[in-house]
């Protein structure tokens, strides 16, 4: 029996899995909107700082840090919740060495593709202005200075997050 015999033959049966079809869709397609304005992350957005970790503000990823903003430098702000998804935390700073962001932008200027450069970045603990910046070429220090810890002291349960999740 063909699908037209089947709808013709049971119309009100045919009606009611047809609202039902329509309304899963329209689930479906409210709940897709709603979770992409809150909750998950902003493509193309990025946590930065210029105070060492004790403010955050949004930017582009375009912009290779260090940069300037509003007059100061600005570098990234990793940033972390922890499992109960308390107050957001900056874990570590993060920026390009001096030579990697020379070639990455005089990469993009030309349109070629960014080249692999080591070392690439740096990180360093935040609000500590003491701290110093650590290559990732030293994979160690690296390793201890992006090794995040929660405002507990604990290592555990913590997730990294991006512009619009929390």
């Known amino acids: ?3 037209r015999d089947i709808v013709q033959n ?3 049966a045919s009606l009611i899995v047809l609202i039902g079809l329509t309304v899963i869709a329209l689930t ?3 709940y897709e909107a709603r979770g992409r304005s809150a909750g998950r992350s902003r493509p193309g957005r990025v ?3 210029v105070d060492d970790g004790a ?3 949004e930017d582009s990823t375009e912009k290779v840090p260090p940069f300037e903003h509003d007059g100061k430098e600005a570098v990234h702000a990793a940033m972390f919740v922890t499992k109960g998804g308390d107050k957001p935390f900056v874990g570590y ?3 390009c060495t001096a030579n990697a962001k020379r070639q990455i ?3 993009r200027a030309q349109s070629l593709p960014v080249p692999m450069v080591s070392p690439l970045m740096e990180a360093k603990k935040p609000l500590d202005p003491a701290a110093p910046w650590v290559a990732d070429s030293n994979r160690e220090q690296f ?3 992006t090794t995040v810890v929660g405002p507990d002291g604990s290592r555990e349960g913590l997730h990294a997050i991006s512009p619009g999740q929390r």
């Open 105 to 107: 932008e005089e990469a």
């Open 55 to 57: 403010t955050v503000f």
């Open 143 to 145: 390793e201890q200075v």
């Open 93 to 95: 700073l993060e920026r």
């Open 47 to 49: 946590f930065c700082t």
């Open 1 to 3: 029996m063909l699908v």
């Open 10 to 12: 049971n119309r009100t």
């Open 28 to 30: 479906f397609i409210v």
